[in-house]
């Protein structure tokens, strides 16, 4: 397998799951979070899979198809998930991949030495519809995600590609986005002619606008 690198092809996998074999190239045409967590039975997994499994179809909203994945085995993956929906009451309905043999989490750079030797830490791996990986995260073990900025980084990434455009810090729906800055000093315009554009103007190489 490649290793994992922004705006080139995510790593086509193979591998046991909760839901049997699947593979990456299934999901083509459809969004993927792929996240990876310590371990099963855990007490800040089983949080965040509660969180997952509470906002999946926000998600789903989205186009957007969740897999979990840890180097616990599918048994062990369906009775946390029962759990999971015992304590939380919602059901986790997407696929958990059973990594064993840490393949996947090898391809991502997952397993990270200085963190865990053996288990995968919380990263979070945003494919596009073309199969192309756009944006990771990686968490310590001791750091829970946050289920809104994951969202929120599938807003801008869908956002920018839909419009042309880039989205500033904080940036959340329905707030202004970046329009790219000139490609050349004749495209440079001047805040009178940004405005009748109805950008909002900073700069130059800075102006805003509503979608």
Request: hydrophobic share 40%.
């Amino acid at each position: 397998m490649s290793l994992a690198r922004l705006n080139e092809p995510a790593p086509e996998f193979e591998a046991a799951s909760t839901h049997g074999k699947i593979k990456l190239s299934d999901y083509k045409g459809k969004w993927v979070v792929l996240f990876s967590h310590p371990a099963d039975f855990t007490p800040v997994c089983t949080t965040e899979f509660g969180g997952f499994a509470e906002r999946t179809a926000e998600f789903e909203k989205r186009g957007v198809q969740l897999i979990g994945l840890s180097v616990d085995g599918v048994q062990s993956h369906i009775a946390w998930a029962q759990d999971i929906e015992q304590i939380f009451g919602h059901k986790v309905t997407f696929p958990i991949i059973a990594d064993l043999d840490r393949e996947v989490s090898n391809a991502y750079g997952m397993v990270q030495p200085g963190e865990s030797s053996t288990n995968a830490v919380r990263a979070v791996f945003f494919i596009d519809d073309k199969g192309t990986l756009r944006a990771m995260i990686y968490y310590p073990l001791n750091v829970g995600r946050n289920m809104a900025e994951i969202l929120r980084v599938v807003d801008a990434l869908q956002t920018a590609d839909a419009n042309g455009v880039a989205t500033p810090a904080n940036w959340e729906p329905g707030k202004p986005v970046v329009v790219p800055p000139p490609a050349n000093s004749n495209a440079v315009e001047t805040q009178e002619e940004a405005k009748q554009k109805g950008y909002d103007y900073k700069r130059w190489y800075l102006r805003m606008k509503n979608l």
